[in-house]
């Protein structure tokens, strides 16, 4: 389990949480959509699954990186120079629910190291530097019939606030809002 700076202990894999960088942009791709073909399969068409490229979200990564807003945070997780997870937030995107400030956009943790801490770790990064930019409350979307990321995310003191239904590469997505008024309790996890 991770120590509460991220970098790991005894009963667990030394985890380094730092911050992204554009060199990070192809490992975080690659990751990305290996996690969304494992964790999603039978929850979103496997149509859209197989068609996952590993390269499908590099370009975005590396754009993102280059014209990082002061607003914005990557913190990525690594074990033994391995990206094995990530987590990027800012400012909450127009259309969200009324009064939330900041948004966790994405917090994907490799499917062999699910209950590790390494997505808490995370998230508590992510909300921190949320809470440092003062974009707070804080909300999260995810898969509406995900029961793996609604307990991690109820687990850690979220409440649903909205859902929606979003258009994906031809196909709709049934999405759910997490939603947190401070950042206390992902700070204190």
Known sequence: MPTPDGTGGPDG???????????????ASRLHAETWRTSYRGLVPDALLDQLAPTRW??????GFESMDP????????IGGRIVGFVSAGRARSGGPPGYRG????LYIH?????????????????GALAERGLVP??????????????????????????KRAP????????VA????????????
Do not use: C, M
Request: hydrophobic share 45%; glycine share 10%.
């Open 111 to 127: 499917p062999q190291r699910h209950g590790q801490g390494i997505g808490r770790a995370l998230l508590k990064a992510a909300a």
């Open 168 to 175: 994906f590469d031809g196909f709709v997505l049934h999405e």
């Open 71 to 78: 607003t914005r945070a990557v913190r990525v997780a690594e």
């Open 13 to 27: 894999p030394d985890v380094l949480i730092r911050s992204g960088v554009v060199e990070d942009a192809a490992e």
């Open 138 to 163: 804080i909300v999260i979307w995810t898969l509406f019939d995900n029961p793996r990321s609604r307990a991690f995310y109820e687990g850690r003191g979220g409440v649903v606030i909205a859902e």
């Open 103 to 106: 948004e966790v956009y994405a």
């Open 58 to 63: 590099e370009d975005g990564w590396r754009r």
């Open 178 to 189: 997490y939603g947190w008024t401070d950042a206390t309790a992902l700070l204190l996890d």
